[in-house]
């Protein structure tokens, strides 16, 4: 290389070497600042964690002292109203102890008169009581000086003789005129706090304490016994006193046990209460920490790779210039290497017309060895190339003179005596004169005779291989353990979706390119490592492949070949394709889940509809009684409210059981054309009223006037249900997003539920972006009382209802849910009709009766008396009968006297449906009105045979019954008529 070629180099190795510090550089910088924002997001992260575990537990925490604090004014009402009540030891200790039922954050309830002396106390005995004073006790005394209603709450304590630590809440006890009676307190106990905190929030590294406003210590989650009782003063910087803040978060050393931690303090709404929420610095560090590790190791790595790129580069510069140092000594050399080689040598002078030939050349080319010195013409004329390769010699010599080619090289074949024949390999170079022309052509000639005829042998063996696995449909292939080479064939390229044009080399680009599924890539080398190893054999084994026209199965046969010439240990094997086969057994496997889950739901389901039979029944009585009761009892007293609340749990548990009978499959009504986006519509319109703030429903509704047939409630349940499970599973904060369209299906096709026709179906699509499920929890979710949710949230029927209502209606659901990433539900109903009409609203007018005779049937005395209170106030005349056989005995003396049949199904020795064949022969116009806890399709369908004007549901509310019996009563003759129901008013 010249000077000034290397003056003009050496600025570009200077450039690159600057280029790759900067870059360098760069990677470190921006490693450092991941590293930063890692650090303040991980803290706000922290922050946001202790900050909400703390606010709901400092709610908990109100609740359970609100619930000593109802009591606690309960009995100060008491005493207030019957001041005589504190001298009444008859009546005082039943009163404790009703009200220390279920208080069991509390040790006990105790009454201190006006001088200090314990009057009673639950947990202890009246002996042990009498000899107490507590007028000394600081409680005691704030509360004889501060008159008024406030709550006490004071420092904590241990019980004496046991052991029980305790915090005192207390009230003042006081006479309409103000005067102080004494005090009504509870001790709070200290371990109820401390296993509550630890059973709901005792993950590792974080600890959960209860602190009063004045700083002391009351308990605290794990516990430290002899820390109770500390005054911590940090409370008092983080909410100050009188201050408006009620929450605040830090980092500072335990004042307990001195660790570095994070602190979230929040006041207990409505007492002089504090909760602490921290965590350990290093439990809420650890993610970062260990993200800043794997940042500052991947930096570390891309670091040195760059530096080795550059050294690379650096390094393949300075080779260059010394291969350019060499090159004139190389050519020298090739020269002499050349002479004293086995190749032949020639060299054409084109415008002198002559050529030389080298006596090794003319050996190879079957010319005469003399002279070397010869005109091209005789030359020509004396090459005896093979008949069949003329043609080719000919084009390529052609093709490189005109110079449409860069060399004149060709492989051919050399005629010799008889038919013989050899291989040479012939490679020359055109240099041409100023105008262009040909000037010279200069090559060499060397025998390829024997390569050639192997090659030859080589392909007419793999012609007759390939033939025979071609009749097998299998691939096969070869595997050199030592230099990891391997050879397979066109069939096992095209089994793996491998490119024909791309062959694999080695096993390593097989398992880059042949996109086996994951799960079984792990199968595949601990399969070969075994025929490495020598601890098997054989192999046979499926695999699975993922290619463009989606998922194969492959069987492996694989078989290990000890060292044989030389050529190291070698694997070979053969392929074919299961697809087929794997999907039948898939299909079959399938089919089975299917009938066991069915078998296994009708066996449930049945169970579950005869539990709600009798339910019913129970809860007509206590629903009835109840709503007669609630009139009765005066608007805002206690006894309404008592009433009030025993109504509503009444109804929660008929919602409870309409969905129980939903779930077996047997609570479908008559089926009607259902218009399903107007009842998805109002789903979701009063599904928005019980959302949390947080939720919101995005919806798309596409589907038009088609319809199904069915029962509009049940559909509206389906809505309901979906959409609150996708609201819990976001923790009440995300969006639901709702679709309902038209598709048609057209081949069947196997869902989560069942094995859809096909045909057109209304898709109706429930997405959330929740929790998520496991394959686990999946393959349970419609198992009734089934339930992921805490205690109280769900009863575990909600999907078992949706499985049962869309079985019933000949569809299917299918699931797809990623944990972390949420889940999608997707109900499929074919469709039974493009242009269903919306439903109108329709009010019900319940009229009162006018004096009309109705005759009571039950065998259950307490309905009976029920129902005739209930018809006696709508204005009828009831008349009650407790078995079958009294009603047809009056009705024998008397068939004109009643207007209305009201009877119960399920009676003993004869049921409704067969008491109503018996009054047909004795009144045959009389109307007819049934009841029952468990309607099912066949009840109503013997209902219409027989002509009875409604099949009423228990249990029954006052309005619902007389809107029926008047709808009846205009009824012309007997007959089932449809009174409009609630859903679809």
Same mark, same amino acid.
């Given at each position: 290389?010249?000077?000034?070629?290397?003056?003009?180099?050496?600025?570009?190795?200077?450039?690159?070497?600057?280029?790759?510090?900067?870059?360098?550089?760069?990677?470190?910088?921006?490693?450092?600042?991941?590293?930063?924002?890692?650090?303040?997001?991980?803290?706000?992260?922290?922050?946001?964690?202790?900050?909400?575990?703390?606010?709901?537990?400092?709610?908990?925490?109100?609740?359970?002292?609100?619930?000593?604090?109802?009591?606690?004014?309960?009995?100060? #009402?008491?005493?207030?109203?019957?001041?005589?009540?504190?001298?009444?030891?008859?009546?005082?200790?039943?009163?404790?102890?009703?009200?220390?039922?279920?208080?069991?954050?509390?040790?006990?309830?105790?009454?201190?008169?006006?001088?200090?002396?314990?009057?009673?106390?639950?947990?202890?005995?009246? *002996?042990?009581?009498?000899?107490?004073?507590?007028?000394?006790?600081?409680?005691?005394?704030?509360?004889?000086?501060?008159?008024?209603?406030?709550?006490?709450?004071?420092?904590?304590?241990?019980?004496?003789?046991?052991?029980?630590?305790?915090?005192?809440?207390?009230?003042?006890?006081?006479?309409?005129?103000?005067?102080?009676?004494?005090?009504?307190?509870?001790?709070?106990?200290?371990?109820?706090?401390?296993?509550?905190?630890?059973?709901?929030?005792?993950?590792?590294?974080?600890?959960?304490?209860?602190?009063?406003?004045?700083?002391?210590?009351?308990?605290?989650?794990?516990?430290?016994?002899?820390?109770?009782?500390?005054?911590?003063?940090?409370?008092?910087?983080?909410?100050?006193?009188?201050?408006?803040?009620?929450?605040?978060?830090?980092?500072?050393?335990?004042?307990?046990?001195?660790?570095?931690?994070?602190?979230?303090?929040?006041?207990?709404?409505?007492?002089?209460?504090?909760?602490?929420?921290?965590?350990?610095?290093?439990?809420?560090?650890?993610?970062?920490?260990?993200?800043?590790?794997?940042?500052?190791?991947?930096?570390?790595?891309?670091? =040195?790779?760059?530096?080795?790129?550059?050294?690379?580069?650096?390094?393949?510069?300075?080779?260059?210039?010394?291969?350019?140092?060499?090159?004139?000594?190389?050519?020298?050399?090739?020269?002499?290497?050349?002479?004293?080689?086995?190749?032949?040598?020639?060299?054409?002078?084109?415008?002198?017309?002559?050529?030389?030939?080298?006596?090794?050349?003319?050996?190879?080319?079957?010319?005469?060895?003399?002279?070397?010195?010869?005109?091209?013409?005789?030359?020509?004329?004396?090459?005896?190339?093979?008949?069949?390769?003329?043609?080719?010699?000919?084009?390529?010599?052609?093709?490189?003179?005109?110079?449409?080619?860069?060399?004149?090289?060709?492989?051919?074949?050399?005629?010799?005596?008889?038919?013989?024949?050899?291989?040479?390999?012939?490679?020359?170079?055109?240099?041409?004169?100023?105008?262009?022309?040909?000037?010279?052509?200069?090559?060499?000639?060397?025998?390829?005779?024997?390569?050639?005829?192997?090659?030859?042998?080589?392909?007419?063996?793999?012609?007759?291989?390939?033939?025979?696995?071609?009749?097998?449909?299998?691939?096969?292939?070869?595997?050199?353990?030592?230099?990891?080479?391997?050879?397979?064939?066109?069939?096992?390229?095209?089994?793996?979706?491998?490119?024909?044009?791309?062959?694999?080399?080695?096993?390593?680009?097989?398992?880059?390119?042949?996109?086996?599924?994951?799960?079984?890539?792990?199968?595949?080398?601990?399969?070969?490592?075994? =025929?490495?190893?020598?601890?098997?054999?054989?192999?046979?084994?499926?695999?699975?492949?993922?290619?463009?026209?989606?998922?194969?199965?492959?069987?492996?046969?694989?078989?290990?070949?000890?060292?044989?010439?030389?050529?190291?240990?070698?694997?070979?094997?053969?392929?074919?394709?299961?697809?087929?086969?794997?999907?039948?057994?898939?299909?079959?496997?399938?089919?089975?889940?299917?009938?066991?889950?069915?078998?296994?739901?009708?066996?449930?389901?049945?169970?579950?509809?005869?539990?709600?039979?009798?339910?019913?029944?129970?809860?007509?009585? /206590?629903?009835?009684?109840?709503?007669?009761?609630?009139?009765?009892?005066?608007?805002?007293?206690?006894?309404?409210?008592?009433?009030?609340? *025993?109504?509503?749990?009444?109804?929660?548990?008929?919602?409870?059981?309409?969905?129980?009978?939903?779930?077996?499959?047997?609570?479908?009504?008559?089926?009607?054309?259902?218009?399903?986006?107007?009842?998805?519509?109002?789903?979701?319109?009063?599904?928005?009223?019980?959302?949390?703030?947080?939720?919101?429903?995005?919806?798309?509704?596409?589907?038009?006037?088609?319809?199904?047939?069915?029962?509009?409630?049940?559909?509206?349940?389906?809505?309901?249900?979906?959409?609150?499970?996708?609201?819990?599973?976001?923790?009440?904060?995300?969006? /639901?997003?709702?679709?309902?369209?038209?598709?048609?299906?057209?081949?069947?096709?196997?869902?989560?539920?069942?094995?859809?026709?096909?045909?057109?179906?209304?898709?109706?699509?429930?997405?959330?972006?929740?929790?998520?499920?496991?394959?686990?929890?999946?393959?349970?979710?419609?198992?009734?009382?089934?339930?992921?949710?805490?205690?109280?949230?769900?009863?575990?029927?909600?999907?078992?209802?949706?499985?049962?209502?869309?079985?019933?209606?000949?569809?299917?659901?299918?699931?797809?849910?990623?944990?972390?990433?949420?889940?999608?539900?997707?109900?499929?109903?074919?469709?039974?009709?493009?242009?269903?009409?919306?439903?109108?609203?329709?009010?019900?007018?319940? #009229?009162?009766?006018?004096?009309?005779?109705?005759?009571?049937?039950?065998? #259950?005395?307490?309905?009976?008396?029920?129902?005739?209170?209930?018809?006696?106030?709508?204005?009828?005349?009831?008349?009650?009968?407790?078995?079958?056989?009294?009603?047809?005995?009056?009705?024998?003396?008397?068939?004109?006297?009643?207007?209305?049949?009201?009877?119960?199904?399920?009676?003993?020795?004869?049921?409704?449906?067969?008491?109503?064949?018996?009054?047909?022969?004795?009144?045959?116009?009389?109307?007819?009105?049934?009841?029952?806890?468990?309607?099912?399709?066949?009840?109503?369908?013997?209902?219409?045979?027989?002509?009875?004007?409604?099949?009423?549901?228990?249990? =029954?509310?006052?309005?619902? =019954?007389?809107?029926?019996?008047?709808?009846?009563?205009?009824?012309?003759?007997?007959?089932?008529?449809?009174?409009?129901?609630?859903?679809?008013?």
């Amino acid at each position: 290389m010249s000077k000034i070629a290397r003056r003009l180099f050496q600025p570009s190795v200077r450039r690159l070497a600057w280029s790759g510090g900067l870059v360098i550089a760069a990677l470190a910088l921006q490693a450092g600042y991941e590293i930063w924002q890692g650090y303040h997001a991980a803290l706000r992260s922290t922050e946001q964690e202790l900050s909400a575990q703390a606010r709901v537990i400092a709610e908990q925490t109100a609740r359970s002292v609100q619930a000593i604090e109802v009591v606690l004014r309960d009995l100060a #009402e008491r005493v207030r109203e019957q001041p005589a009540l504190m001298q009444d030891e008859d009546v005082l200790p039943a009163l404790l102890r009703k009200r220390m039922d279920g208080l069991v954050q509390s040790e006990g309830l105790v009454l201190v008169d006006s001088t200090g002396g314990v009057k009673l106390a639950s947990h202890m005995p009246p *002996s042990v009581t009498r000899s107490m004073n507590v007028s000394a006790q600081t409680p005691f005394s704030l509360l004889r000086v501060r008159p008024g209603s406030e709550l006490l709450i004071d420092q904590v304590r241990p019980i004496p003789g046991t052991g029980r630590w305790v915090f005192p809440i207390g009230l003042r006890l006081e006479d309409a005129a103000g005067n102080f009676l004494g005090v009504v307190g509870a001790p709070a106990r200290v371990d109820y706090f401390q296993n509550f905190y630890r059973d709901g929030y005792g993950a590792q590294g974080t600890r959960v304490a209860l602190i009063h406003r004045n700083g002391w210590l009351l308990a605290r989650q794990p516990a430290v016994p002899e820390s109770l009782g500390k005054r911590i003063d940090v409370v008092d910087r983080l909410l100050p006193p009188g201050s408006k803040v009620d929450a605040a978060f830090t980092r500072l050393p335990s004042p307990v046990d001195g660790a570095d931690h994070f602190a979230a303090v929040r006041a207990v709404p409505g007492y002089p209460l504090i909760v602490a929420v921290s965590k350990d610095y290093d439990v809420a560090m650890t993610p970062w920490i260990e993200g800043a590790k794997a940042t500052a190791l991947r930096t570390l790595v891309l670091c =040195l790779f760059a530096a080795g790129l550059l050294w690379a580069g650096l390094r393949q510069l300075a080779r260059a210039q010394r291969a350019q140092r060499e090159l004139q000594v190389s050519q020298q050399r090739y020269s002499l290497a050349a002479a004293g080689s086995d190749m032949g040598l020639w060299d054409w002078d084109i415008p002198n017309g002559t050529a030389f030939v080298s006596t090794r050349a003319r050996e190879l080319l079957g010319l005469p060895l003399q002279p070397e010195l010869q005109s091209i013409g005789e030359l020509r004329r004396a090459l005896a190339v093979h008949a069949a390769d003329q043609p080719r010699f000919r084009q390529r010599l052609a093709d490189h003179l005109h110079g449409t080619s860069p060399y004149f090289e060709l492989e051919y074949r050399v005629c010799g005596e008889g038919e013989g024949y050899h291989w040479v390999h012939v490679r020359a170079l055109c240099t041409r004169s100023a105008d262009g022309r040909p000037a010279r052509l200069a090559g060499s000639v060397i025998d390829v005779d024997q390569r050639k005829r192997a090659q030859e042998a080589l392909q007419r063996s793999e012609e007759h291989y390939a033939l025979a696995m071609a009749g097998s449909r299998g691939g096969h292939w070869v595997w050199n353990t030592a230099s990891d080479e391997m050879f397979v064939s066109d069939k096992f390229s095209e089994l793996f979706g491998l490119p024909a044009d791309h062959p694999v080399s080695t096993r390593e680009a097989f398992f880059r390119a042949a996109r086996l599924a994951p799960e079984d890539l792990e199968q595949v080398r601990m399969r070969s490592a075994e =025929l490495i190893s020598g601890s098997v054999e054989r192999a046979d084994y499926e695999l699975r492949v993922v290619t463009p026209q989606g998922e194969r199965w492959i069987q492996m046969r694989a078989q290990r070949f000890e060292d044989v010439g030389g050529e190291g240990l070698r694997i070979a094997g053969v392929t074919v394709d299961i697809t087929e086969r794997k999907r039948a057994e898939l299909a079959r496997q399938h089919l089975e889940e299917q009938l066991r889950q069915a078998q296994k739901m009708e066996a449930i389901g049945t169970l579950a509809g005869g539990i709600a039979h009798d339910f019913n029944n129970i809860l007509a009585g /206590i629903l009835g009684y109840g709503e007669m009761a609630q009139k009765e009892a005066q608007p805002g007293s206690a006894l309404r409210r008592h009433i009030d609340a *025993s109504l509503a749990a009444a109804l929660r548990a008929k919602s409870l059981v309409e969905r129980i009978l939903a779930f077996s499959r047997s609570g479908m009504g008559q089926r009607v054309p259902v218009h399903v986006e107007s009842v998805v519509q109002e789903a979701l319109d009063a599904l928005q009223a019980t959302l949390p703030a947080g939720v919101q429903v995005h919806s798309r509704l596409a589907a038009g006037d088609a319809g199904v047939l069915g029962d509009p409630t049940q559909i509206h349940q389906v809505v309901m249900n979906l959409c609150l499970n996708a609201a819990q599973a976001m923790k009440s904060a995300g969006t /639901i997003n709702v679709e309902l369209e038209l598709v048609t299906i057209e081949e069947a096709c196997a869902v989560s539920t069942t094995r859809l026709e096909p045909g057109r179906y209304l898709k109706l699509s429930v997405e959330d972006r929740g929790a998520g499920m496991s394959p686990e929890l999946l393959s349970r979710i419609f198992d009734p009382f089934f339930t992921t949710k805490e205690v109280g949230v769900g009863t575990g029927l909600g999907l078992s209802m949706v499985h049962g209502i869309v079985s019933d209606l000949d569809g299917g659901i299918d699931v797809r849910s990623t944990l972390g990433e949420g889940s999608c539900f997707t109900v499929y109903l074919p469709v039974r009709g493009e242009r269903v009409v919306r439903p109108t609203p329709r009010a019900v007018v319940v #009229e009162l009766g006018k004096g009309e005779c109705v005759m009571v049937v039950d065998d #259950e005395e307490s309905l009976v008396g029920l129902a005739e209170e209930a018809l006696a106030e709508l204005g009828y005349e009831p008349v009650g009968f407790m078995s079958p056989e009294s009603a047809l005995e009056a009705l024998r003396h008397n068939p004109g006297r009643f207007d209305l049949l009201l009877s119960d199904e399920a009676m003993p020795g004869m049921t409704g449906t067969q008491l109503v064949e018996r009054v047909r022969e004795l009144a045959p116009d009389l109307k007819v009105v049934m009841m029952s806890g468990f309607v099912t399709p066949a009840l109503q369908v013997r209902a219409r045979e027989l002509g009875i004007v409604q099949v009423l549901n228990k249990p =029954l509310m006052a309005a619902e =019954l007389g809107a029926a019996l008047a709808q009846a009563l205009r009824a012309q003759g007997p007959h089932l008529a449809n009174i409009p129901r609630r859903d679809e008013e």
